[in-house]
């Protein structure tokens, strides 16, 4: 059998290609460039460098506003058979299918004051999914969740994530407004040690890590923002405290003020 000669090849997959473009009326070739270059523009070779950190006169601005003070509680120092960080989405599905299997002992930590994840913190007047309801909430079968709108709320969708916990027996061992600060393994034990900053030497047979990305706020580079004098917030931290109303507006408390808004999302 004859080898098909490379040129031959390419002349052959050239003649495809154009055919394709003259099919769809474009050059996908061409298209797939063009959204290269789009790309290219906006990735920032800094990556998360490019943006303001959180520190030197700028760290109320990722407190929660949901709940001013912590719960107060002892530390803990017993054991767990899996300690999952983060109470997200990710989490609260991880820690449902270990319940469906049997698991029993399941904790939770998360520096929130609630489930929910991106939705616990994102509550800004507006805020709904861009994906359809009964593809994007987990476990609407299992919670018996019906979604009341085509692209749900913000508030509807964490009423769901703390469905789960309740379905799930998850609030009875959940660490809220508790930060991890280390995980060291013990070879003889085998088992995780988890401290945080309430003080916590928790031990686990396995540590599941569901953190995302969206629990805190991302500020441009603008020099001296740590000097401003008017208030000031992200809308991952949305102050209704000031701004009156809530997720469905009237946020009567803006009326007479001059009011700047810092990004086209």
């Known amino acids: 059998m004859t080898e098909p000669n490379a040129q031959a090849v390419q002349h052959d997959l050239a003649a495809v290609k154009r055919a394709l473009a003259e099919r769809l009326g474009f050059d996908p070739d061409d298209m797939r460039r063009k959204y290269k270059e789009e790309r290219d523009k906006r990735v920032r070779p ?7 950190k959180l520190e030197g006169g700028l760290e109320s601005l990722a407190d929660d506003p949901h ?5 107060s509680r002892a530390p803990l120092t017993d054991e767990v058979d899996v300690l999952i960080v983060g109470g997200g989405m990710t989490g609260l599905l991880a820690a449902a299918r270990l319940r469906k299997d049997g698991v029993e002992r399941i904790r939770i930590v998360d520096t929130a ?3 929910g994840g991106t939705w616990y913190w994102n509550d800004y007047p507006g ?3 861009d994906v359809e309801s009964y593809i994007y909430l987990p476990l609407i079968e299992e919670v018996g969740t019906i979604p009341s709108e085509r692209y749900a709320s913000g ?6 994530h703390r469905a789960i916990g309740e379905k799930y027996d998850l609030y009875k061992d959940a660490c809220f407004h508790t930060q991890v600060t280390e995980l ?4 003889a034990s085998a088992r995780w040690t988890v401290t945080t900053d309430r003080g916590d030497a928790m031990r ?4 599941v890590l569901a953190i995302g990305g969206l629990n805190r706020g991302k500020l441009p580079q603008m020099p001296s923002l740590e000097n401003y004098t008017g208030h000031v917030f992200h809308t991952s931290r949305w102050d209704y405290d000031y701004t009156g109303g809530d997720f469905r507006g009237g946020l009567t408390g803006l009326q007479d003020k001059r009011v700047g808004l810092i990004g086209t999302g």
Do not use: L
């Open 204 to 207: 686990a047979q396995f540590v």
């Open 155 to 160: 508030p509807e969708i964490q009423r769901h």
């Open 113 to 115: 004051g609630d489930f």
């Open 46 to 52: 800094e990556g998360a460098e490019q943006y303001t």
């Open 67 to 71: 709940a001013k003070e912590p719960v």
């Open 127 to 129: 805020i709904m999914c």
């Open 184 to 187: 060291r393994w013990n070879d």
